[in-house]
């Protein structure tokens, strides 16, 4: 089974709004901790922000927030005031337990448009 | 992230070759990850190590890929009598604990394969 799922093949967005990106995750385990990276077209893989199971707060960094809901299972990265240079693809990941692997999900193309 | 240094950026070989990659993880740390990316889809683990030790290789295929991480100098992944299914970007990351959040990437390298 897919640990993360993440729908959305590509997304377009207009500069300056806010763009959600899915991402949804199946584990047993009660202790995990979940990631965002970014990754644009020069290839390199960009840390975003992390989630553990148990932070009582949604993560934020700078123009990027986790919307965590632990009971629906889902880790959707919301991006505010959206950039040009936010044109990447974003990919959710996941660590379960005392695991040092990281599950990804598919991706999703994010394009910004002027 | 900027830390952990791959390389080469890319590298190019002919089919029956040799592939060396190279990994220095980030100062401080000294456990070290290597996953694979095809084209279109998400990283998938293949080797951890930490100094001198090979930890987990369970997502490493069991013939002409090995990894090693010496004492002295980085991170090698190695591929012997490379050939075009091998062609995939192979990332390297970096934490400084095992299962630490703190995990960042290097920007990769693209292996293509003639």
């Known amino acids: 089974a897919q640990k993360i799922t993440q729908t959305q093949p590509g997304m377009f967005v207009q500069e300056k709004e806010a763009v959600t990106l899915d991402c949804t995750y199946d584990t047993s385990d009660p202790s995990y901790g979940l990631f965002w990276y970014k990754q644009p077209s020069s290839g390199e893989m960009i840390f975003l922000i992390y989630q553990g199971s148990y932070d009582q707060q949604n993560a934020t960094e700078g123009r990027y927030s986790l919307n965590f809901q632990k009971a629906r299972k889902s880790a959707n990265l919301v991006i505010s005031a959206s950039q040009l240079g936010d044109s990447a693809m974003y990919f959710c990941?996941?660590?379960?337990?005392?695991?040092?692997?990281?599950?990804f999900g598919a991706g999703t193309t994010v394009t910004v448009r002027a | 992230n900027a830390g952990v240094m791959q390389n080469p950026r890319h590298l190019v070989r002919r089919r029956g070759q040799e592939a060396r990659l190279r990994c220095s993880p980030m100062?401080?740390?000294?456990?070290v990850y290597w996953y694979r990316q095809l084209p279109e889809e998400g990283l998938k683990f293949m080797v951890y190590?930490?100094?001198?030790?090979?930890?987990?290789e369970s997502g490493m295929p069991k013939e002409r890929f090995s990894a090693e991480f010496p004492k002295e100098g980085p991170s090698i992944l190695r591929i012997q009598q490379v050939v075009r299914g091998d062609s995939a970007a192979y990332f390297c990351a970096s934490s400084p604990i095992q299962g630490s959040e703190k995990l960042f990437f290097g920007s990769g390298t693209q292996l293509s394969v003639l």
């Open positions: 190590l930490q100094k001198e030790n090979i930890i987990d």
């Open positions: 100062k401080g740390h000294s456990h």
């Open positions: 990941a996941m660590r379960e337990g005392d695991d040092y692997k990281l599950s």
